[in-house]
C-alpha cells in the first residue's frame, strides 16, 4: 500500500476558478470596524474632537469623525 493510500490524503488536484463574489447590501444593521493607531495619529485624532467640540459647543466622537473621513475618501474615490 502507498503512503497516500495508507495515510488517506487526497491527491491535489486544480479546482475550477470560483466566480467572482456578488456584491450583496446588508439588509440594515451596522458592521463593526476596530481600528488601531499608533500614539501620534491617535493623540491627533483626540486634540481635533476636542477642538470641535470647543468650536461647536457639540459632543464630537472618535468614531463620528472616523466615519466622515472613510465617507469623504469612498466618496472621492468614487467620484474619480
Given at each position: ?29 451596522q458592521?463593526?470596524l476596530t ?10 485624532l ?8 470647543r468650536?461647536?459647543g457639540?459632543?464630537?466622537t472618535h ?17 474619480a
Amino acid at each position: 500500500m502507498s503512503k497516500t493510500a495508507a495515510s488517506g490524503a487526497v491527491p491535489f488536484t486544480k479546482s475550477p476558478t470560483p466566480e467572482p463574489a456578488q456584491r450583496t447590501v446588508p439588509a440594515g444593521g451596522q458592521k463593526s470596524l476596530t481600528v488601531k493607531l499608533d500614539a501620534d495619529d491617535y493623540w491627533a485624532l483626540r486634540d481635533y474632537c476636542a477642538q470641535q467640540e470647543r468650536k461647536t459647543g457639540q459632543r464630537v466622537t472618535h468614531q463620528q469623525v472616523l466615519v466622515m473621513g472613510l465617507r469623504e475618501l469612498l466618496n472621492r474615490r468614487a467620484a474619480a
